[in-house]
């Protein structure tokens, strides 16, 4: 049997071939759950699920729900012992890959390209930005700084003065450029917080790395 651990760097591998230039961040909050991988692309983000055939769909309709909120397209890759009945529980417009075991290795089949999701919120996906980064946008598109609004409050004010086809490509090309390893003191304090899982050098991987 594979479990995630088994899966994911192959897989990553498997998305790179087939997207092109991609940035992977591991393990990112969003709402109620907490999204198994953020694909960042030039132009979106895509949310991806993996449930291996260790794992259950016991929490899936939560997390189906919260990454359509977050995410411009959504995938779920599932173990072959979740394959046949997985359509059944993601809606339509999800991708689905399904992993094989071949002489125990992970093999990958893209079972249904993902679509467009229309539930994805602009705003939410600004929420994912560091406060730095909305500040960015800001200097570069609106007349004031909003120095004492909220990062909810300030999301708005863009939202209300700029197009969102300009906001899409600038968001991922903010995380495309997104340095872990400068965090500001506070945000340390936050990952140490959060578990060694969110530790800076778990979360983040860059496409592009040849195969050893």
């Known amino acids: 049997m594979l479990y995630d651990k088994d899966i994911r760097e192959p897989l990553f591998f498997f998305l790179e071939e087939r997207l092109g230039r991609i940035r992977i961040i591991e393990e990112k909050n969003m709402g109620g759950s907490r999204a198994d991988v953020v694909i960042v692309t030039e132009e979106e983000l895509i949310g991806l699920e993996i449930k291996s055939d260790a794992d259950t769909y016991q929490r899936l309709p939560g997390q189906v729900k919260d990454y359509d909120q977050y995410f411009d397209r959504n995938i779920i890759a599932v173990g072959s012992h979740h394959a046949e009945h997985v359509a059944e529980h993601v809606p339509t417009h999800w991708g689905i890959i399904t992993i094989d075991e071949i002489e ?89 917080k959060k578990g060694p899982r969110l530790h800076v050098r778990h979360i983040v991987r860059h496409a592009g790395r040849k195969r050893k």
């Open 104 to 192: 125990g290795k992970p093999d990958f089949y893209l079972l249904r390209t993902p679509r467009e999701n229309s539930k994805c919120s602009l705003e939410k996906k600004l929420s994912l930005l560091w406060r730095s980064e909305l500040n960015a946008l800001v200097s570069r598109h609106l007349q004031y700084k909003y120095e004492g609004l909220s990062k909810r409050a300030v999301a708005k004010k863009l939202l209300e003065q700029v197009d969102e086809d300009i906001l899409n490509p600038e968001i991922s090309a903010l995380l495309f450029d997104r340095d872990y390893t400068a965090l500001s003191p506070s945000l340390k304090r936050k990952y140490h």
